[in-house]
Nanobody
Framework: QVQLVESGGGLVQPGGSLRLSCAAS????????MYWVRQAPGKGFEWVSG????????YYADSVKGRFTISRDNAKNTLYLQMNNLKSEDTAVYYC????????????????????WGQGTQVTVSS
């Protein structure tokens, strides 16, 4: 059974940094493109970042480009999201996901967009 378990969220002040992790199991991680999606309070889901199987190509939403870095360690079956210079607008539940039904950014994601989701990890950016 596919499992995606996010961790690393927490409370941080504006300008601070966090590193999120997603531990994957139940599938061949090294053969899967992986994604981060978030949902801010009272808002819909939003594409954040994506990465190809070997990490050669990376995708970022305009709102996070230059601040966030997605990476993966296929030997550890783990996906990462390094978040720097965090802003209050980054406050959201962050989800690890795979098997999208559409291309990155092609439409607003929903719970049906991905074949698999994690449980999410809360990131709160506040002074």
């Amino acid at each position: 059974q596919v499992q995606l378990v996010e961790s690393g969220g927490g409370l941080v002040q504006p300008g601070g940094s966090l590193r999120l992790s997603c531990a994957a199991s139940g599938f061949t991680f090294k053969s899967a493109r992986m994604y981060w999606v978030r949902q801010a309070p009272g808002k819909g889901f939003e594409w954040v970042s994506g990465i190809t199987t070997g990490g050669a190509y990376r995708y970022y939403a305009d709102s996070v480009k230059g601040r966030f870095t997605i990476s993966r360690d296929n030997a550890k079956n783990t996906l990462y999201l390094q978040m720097n210079n965090l802003k209050s607008e980054d406050t959201a539940v962050y989800y690890c996901a795979k098997d999208p039904r559409v291309d990155f950014g092609a439409s607003i994601p929903t719970k049906d967009t991905f074949g698999s989701w994690g449980q999410g990890t809360q990131v709160t950016v506040s002074s």
